[in-house]
């Protein structure tokens, strides 16, 4: 069982698509075990982006990050990093296939409507930047029960 940063970024928000968006993950199959609306500050999408500082967009994307409240979620499941990024499409909108997020409700790069974590290592680093660890809420033991394993 593996668990991914999920952001509804602020152009997903504006467009009122958070619902498709957390939708289509839920109906993929991934399970919400966390999730809040946040304003994030400077100092957070600096953190959460270090890795991009030296790249020309970071202060446009650093911009955009806080520029109206975020959803932040941690989305759980098999393979959950691999299968919300596939959910989600190419960081690019225009190269993202058809069926994806990306590839079927945005059209530019900056403004791609989500983030999700690119490796499980990135995944429990991002996620101990949004939640504490009270905040995550798992149930699938409930689920397992449910399914007869337990
Ligand atoms: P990802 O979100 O698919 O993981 P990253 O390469 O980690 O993509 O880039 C982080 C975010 O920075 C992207 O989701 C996008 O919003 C923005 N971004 C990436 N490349 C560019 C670019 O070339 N121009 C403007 N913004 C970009
Ligand atoms: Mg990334």
Same mark, same amino acid.
């Given at each position: 069982? #593996?668990?991914?940063?999920?952001?509804?970024?602020?152009?997903?928000?504006?467009?009122?698509?958070?619902?498709?968006?957390?939708?289509?993950?839920?109906?993929?199959?991934?399970?919400?075990?966390?999730?809040?609306? *946040?304003?994030?500050?400077?100092?957070?999408?600096?953190?959460?982006?270090?890795?991009?500082?030296?790249?020309?967009? +970071?202060?446009?994307?650093?911009?955009? *990050?806080?520029?109206?409240?975020?959803?932040?979620?941690? +989305?759980?499941?098999?393979?959950?990093?691999?299968?919300?990024?596939?959910?989600?499409?190419?960081?690019?909108?225009?190269?993202?296939?058809?069926?994806?997020?990306?590839?079927?409700?945005?059209? #530019?790069?900056?403004?791609?409507? *989500?983030?999700?974590?690119?490796?499980?290592?990135?995944?429990?680093? #991002? *996620?101990?930047?949004? +939640?504490?660890?009270? #905040?995550?809420?798992?149930?699938?033991?409930?689920?397992?029960?449910?399914?007869?394993?337990?």
């Amino acid at each position: 069982m #593996e668990r991914t940063l999920i952001l509804v970024k602020p152009d997903a928000i504006q467009r009122g698509l958070a619902g498709e968006i957390i939708s289509r993950l839920e109906r993929r199959g991934l399970k919400i075990v966390a999730m809040k609306m *946040i304003q994030m500050d400077r100092a957070l999408a600096s953190k959460h982006y270090a890795v991009h500082q030296s790249k020309p967009f +970071f202060g446009s994307l650093v911009e955009f *990050i806080t520029s109206c409240p975020v959803i932040a979620a941690v +989305f759980e499941g098999p393979s959950a990093v691999q299968v919300a990024r596939r959910t989600m499409g190419e960081t690019d909108p225009a190269k993202s296939p058809a069926g994806s997020i990306r590839g079927d409700l945005a059209v #530019e790069v900056q403004h791609n409507l *989500i983030h999700g974590s690119d490796s499980p290592e990135n995944a429990t680093k #991002e *996620i101990a930047l949004f +939640f504490n660890a009270s #905040e995550i809420l798992s149930y699938q033991r409930e689920i397992d029960r449910w399914a007869g394993y337990s």
